[in-house]
C-alpha cells in the first residue's frame, strides 16, 4: 500500500514521516498551547515522546504533558485531563498512542468545553457536546480505529459501566507503521482482532441483504484474516503490517456502516466484562464471538452462511444453511486459536463465577441491530459458556 492523504471527515496522513507531515501542515492552525496526552512509558522509551516534542517546539508550541491514561480509560482520568486542559488554557490535544488514550482525549475535548457533566449530559439529559477543544491523534496501536471516529470507550468506575460516549473527532491522525514497530505482538494480535470485530458487527447488522457496504466489508474482513496470519508468525512484517493499519481505520470510518444498522452485541457484553474484569478487549472479543455466534445464528442462518462462504471459502456444496453457517463459525474458532488468541475465560485469566456473570449480564446494553434481540438471562448463558 501507498503511502497517501485521505479525508472522511479525518485528514489521515498514512506512511513514512506522516508525523512531520502532519504536524508541520495542520498546527500551525491552532493557538500556541498544546496538551501532548499518553499512556504508559512506552513513548518514551521508544522514542517517540522525544520525536513529536521536537516537532511541536520546532512548531513553536508550549506543550503540556498528560501521561498516564490507562489501557481501559476511566471517567476519572477524563474529568483530570479536562481540568488541566481548562487550568492551561490549552488550544490542541495531541492524542499519542493507541484507542484508549485517544479515545479518553476525545471527552476530555469536549468536557475541557464545558462546565456540565458529560456523562449526565449524555446519559440523562440525552444532550450531546457541540463545542470541542481541537485534537489530533498520531497512533501507536491499531485495531480500535479510534483516530476515525468520535465515539469513545470509557469506563465509570463507581457505576461499573464502560460504555460509548460521544465527543470530538481527530481534525487529523498519523498512521505511520516507524511508530507502531516496538508494540508487543500480543497487542498487536489482540488489536487487530478487534477490528474484524468491528467488521462483523456491522455485517451482520441490518439489512442483511446485498450491499455494497457489505461486499467492501467482506474485503476488509479477508484481508484482515490473510495479515493476521502473517503477523501471527512475524509481528516485524511491515506489508501486513500496514496492511492491518488501514483496514482498522477502514472498519471505523463510517464507510462499511453505510446504510447499515450495526450489530456491536459482541462489544457490549465484553465491555461490561471489562468493566468488571479491565480484561484486554481484542483477548475479550475473542472468547466472545464464536458463543454468541452459536446462539444467534438459526436467526440469520443464510447471513452467517454466506459470511462462511465468501470470508472463509467454505463450500456449501451438499449442506444446509444451518451447516454452513456453524462450518463459518468453527472456522473463526479455528483462526482465534491459530493466531494465538484465548478461547475462554480460564485462558484469558478471569476468574468468572456466576455472581460476577450475572452482574455482567445485568448490566449489558442490548443492541438493536442483533439478528436476536437477546435478554439478560441469554446474556448469562453465553457467559457461562465462555468460561
Given at each position: 500500500?501507498?503511502?497517501?492523504?485521505?479525508?472522511?471527515?479525518?485528514?489521515?496522513?498514512?506512511?513514512?514521516?506522516?508525523?512531520?507531515?502532519?504536524?508541520?501542515?495542520?498546527?500551525?492552525?491552532?493557538?500556541?498551547?498544546?496538551?501532548?496526552?499518553?499512556?504508559?512509558?512506552?513513548?518514551?522509551?521508544?522514542?517517540?515522546?522525544?520525536?513529536?516534542?521536537?516537532?511541536?517546539?520546532?512548531a513553536?508550541?508550549d506543550?503540556?504533558?498528560?501521561?498516564?491514561?490507562?489501557?481501559?480509560?476511566?471517567?476519572?482520568?477524563?474529568?483530570?485531563?479536562?481540568?488541566?486542559?481548562?487550568?492551561?488554557?490549552?488550544?490542541?490535544?495531541?492524542a499519542?498512542?493507541?484507542?484508549?488514550?485517544?479515545?479518553?482525549?476525545?471527552?476530555?475535548?469536549?468536557?475541557?468545553?464545558?462546565?456540565?457533566?458529560?456523562?449526565?449530559?449524555?446519559?440523562?439529559?440525552?444532550?450531546?457536546?457541540?463545542?470541542?477543544?481541537?485534537?489530533?491523534?498520531?497512533?501507536?496501536?491499531?485495531?480500535?480505529?479510534?483516530?476515525?471516529?468520535?465515539?469513545?470507550?470509557?469506563?465509570?468506575?463507581?457505576?461499573?459501566?464502560?460504555?460509548?460516549?460521544?465527543?470530538?473527532?481527530?481534525?487529523?491522525?498519523?498512521?505511520?507503521?516507524?511508530?507502531?514497530?516496538?508494540?508487543?505482538?500480543?497487542q498487536?494480535?489482540?488489536?487487530?482482532?478487534?477490528?474484524?470485530?468491528?467488521?462483523?458487527?456491522?455485517?451482520?447488522?441490518?439489512?442483511?441483504?446485498?450491499?455494497?457496504?457489505?461486499?467492501?466489508?467482506?474485503?476488509?474482513?479477508?484481508?484482515?484474516?490473510?495479515?493476521?496470519?502473517?503477523?501471527?508468525?512475524?509481528?516485524?512484517?511491515?506489508?501486513?503490517?500496514?496492511?492491518?493499519?488501514?483496514?482498522?481505520?477502514?472498519?471505523?470510518?463510517?464507510?462499511l456502516?453505510?446504510?447499515?444498522?450495526?450489530?456491536?452485541?459482541?462489544?457490549?457484553?465484553?465491555?461490561q466484562?471489562?468493566?468488571?474484569?479491565?480484561?484486554?478487549h481484542?483477548?475479550?472479543?475473542?472468547?466472545?464471538?464464536?458463543?454468541?455466534?452459536?446462539?444467534?445464528?438459526k436467526?440469520?442462518?443464510?447471513?452467517?452462511?454466506?459470511?462462511?462462504?465468501?470470508?472463509?471459502?467454505?463450500?456449501?456444496?451438499?449442506?444446509?444453511?444451518?451447516?454452513?453457517?456453524?462450518?463459518?463459525?468453527?472456522?473463526?474458532?479455528?483462526?482465534?486459536?491459530?493466531?494465538?488468541?484465548?478461547?475462554?475465560?480460564?485462558?484469558?485469566?478471569?476468574?468468572?463465577?456466576?455472581?460476577?456473570?450475572?452482574?455482567?449480564?445485568?448490566?449489558?446494553?442490548?443492541?438493536?441491530?442483533?439478528?436476536?434481540?437477546?435478554?439478560a438471562?441469554?446474556?448469562?448463558?453465553?457467559?457461562?459458556?465462555?468460561?
Amino acid at each position: 500500500m501507498k503511502d497517501f492523504t485521505y479525508s472522511y471527515p479525518v485528514n489521515v496522513y498514512f506512511g513514512t514521516d506522516a508525523a512531520k507531515k502532519a504536524i508541520s501542515q495542520e498546527i500551525g492552525k491552532y493557538g500556541k498551547n498544546v496538551m501532548l496526552a499518553y499512556g504508559g512509558g512506552s513513548v518514551k522509551k521508544s522514542g517517540i515522546y522525544d520525536a513529536v516534542v521536537s516537532m511541536l517546539k520546532e512548531a513553536g508550541k508550549d506543550v503540556t504533558d498528560f501521561p498516564g491514561i490507562m489501557p481501559n480509560p476511566t471517567y476519572a482520568k477524563v474529568q483530570e485531563g479536562a481540568a488541566l486542559a481548562k487550568e492551561k488554557n490549552v488550544d490542541f490535544i495531541l492524542a499519542v498512542g493507541g484507542g484508549s488514550v485517544i479515545d479518553c482525549c476525545k471527552i476530555i475535548s469536549a468536557q475541557a468545553k464545558t462546565d456540565k457533566d458529560i456523562w449526565e449530559m449524555e446519559f440523562t439529559d440525552h444532550v450531546f457536546p457541540t463545542e470541542f477543544v481541537p485534537m489530533g491523534a498520531v497512533v501507536t496501536a491499531t485495531g480500535t480505529g479510534a483516530e476515525m471516529n468520535n465515539g469513545a470507550v470509557i469506563t465509570h468506575e463507581e457505576k461499573k459501566i464502560k460504555t460509548g460516549v460521544f465527543g470530538a473527532f481527530a481534525n487529523f491522525a498519523v498512521l505511520d507503521y516507524e511508530y507502531m514497530k516496538s508494540l508487543p505482538a500480543k497487542q498487536v494480535i489482540s488489536g487487530a482482532f478487534d477490528t474484524l470485530s468491528h467488521c462483523m458487527e456491522t455485517y451482520f447488522g441490518s439489512p442483511r441483504t446485498a450491499n455494497i457496504s457489505d461486499e467492501i466489508n467482506e474485503a476488509v474482513m479477508r484481508n484482515v484474516i490473510r495479515n493476521l496470519k502473517i503477523v501471527s508468525k512475524n509481528v516485524f512484517d511491515e506489508d501486513a503490517r500496514r496492511e492491518l493499519m488501514w483496514d482498522s481505520a477502514m472498519a471505523e470510518n463510517g464507510i462499511l456502516k453505510l446504510g447499515k444498522v450495526t450489530d456491536f452485541q459482541a462489544h457490549m457484553i465484553e465491555h461490561q466484562l471489562g468493566a468488571y474484569t479491565d480484561c484486554n478487549h481484542g483477548c475479550g472479543l475473542a472468547v466472545i464471538h464464536p458463543v454468541l455466534y452459536r446462539h444467534i445464528y438459526k436467526d440469520a442462518a443464510e447471513r452467517f452462511a454466506h459470511f462462511a462462504e465468501t470470508v472463509w471459502d467454505i463450500s456449501a456444496e451438499g449442506k444446509t444453511a444451518d451447516e454452513t453457517a456453524l462450518a463459518g463459525i468453527q472456522a473463526l474458532a479455528d483462526f482465534i486459536r491459530e493466531i494465538g488468541l484465548p478461547i475462554n475465560f480460564k485462558e484469558l485469566g478471569i476468574q468468572a463465577d456466576d455472581a460476577m456473570l450475572r452482574a455482567v449480564a445485568d448490566s449489558t446494553n442490548i443492541m438493536a441491530g442483533c439478528c436476536k434481540k437477546l435478554n439478560a438471562d441469554e446474556i448469562f448463558e453465553i457467559l457461562k459458556e465462555c468460561r
